[in-house]
């Protein structure tokens, strides 16, 4: 009987065995093995060439400004989408007339198409778009958005925050109703301000939240790669190349595979280290966590 339900369990857990060993453990060795050769399609050239292409990326000119494009990003894309993401769900979880069309409305985008919305964006975002057009109504002249660094770098942020702004705003919504109002009421009793009251309450409680969108919107900036390419295709310049980008470019433009296979790979690296490190800050910003 022992043998049996041991069997069943290695029957039940297989499923999943076998699509981690095959969609994942397998293609990452082939990535680590690409990595170790040059590999042209054009030539039909597969040649192992060791280290080179690490070396090469220790070397690249075009990798610092990429590696600050991508930082820029994240940071922004991070801040911007948590701070807005935790306003809405503070306001949507007022009892207020109104807010399942408020909460409907900031989360639709969520549900549409990132290539249908990101051209969207585009079209509004051009010299003679949509958006300069409501400015023109203050008289004031919009820039190019899309043909500055600057603005180029803002635009693809804010585009980006719009568009999954409503997933954390949910996820936040639902960790601000899960809060006892128990606490609440004795802290009015007690006349702590509303402030203080969201520091020292709202934030703990909702700590593991927190932590768990933190993780996804991080994770999720450094894998942005459709906006960008609607939107700028890194330009201009390489303001806006960031790491995914970048690969893109090697590998299917300059159709240097071995190297954008390394790229991958300290993509990945950049991935764990972060995530990892995340995961060690839970012990001292998680609180309520069971």
Known sequence: MERRDALAGFLFVAPQTIGIIVFVLAPLGLVVWYSLHEWNVLAQTFRFQGLENYEKLLSDPGLPPVLGATAVFSVGLVIFNMS??????????????????????????VVVSLVAWTIVWSFLLQKDGGLNGILSQFGVEGPNWLRHPTTAMISVIVVQVFKNVGLNMILFLAALQGVPRELYEAARVDG????????????????????????????????VFAQIAVLTQGGPGMSTTVLVYYLYQQ?????????GATL??????????????????????VFHEN
């Open 84 to 109: 807005l993401a935790l306003l809405l769900a503070v306001l949507l979880n007022q009892k207020l007339a109104g807010m399942a069309i408020f909460r409907t409305l900031f989360f639709s985008p």
């Open 192 to 223: 702590i301000p509303a402030f203080r009251q969201f520091r020292r309450i709202t934030l703990p409680m909702i700590s593991p939240t927190v932590m768990l969108t933190s993780i996804i919107t991080i994770v999720g900036s450094l894998q």
């Open 251 to 259: 590998s299917f433009e300059f159709h240097k595979f071995g190297y």
């Open 264 to 285: 991958s790979i300290l993509l990945f690296v950049i991935v764990a280290v972060l995530t990892f490190l995340q995961w060690q800050m839970r012990k001292r910003i």
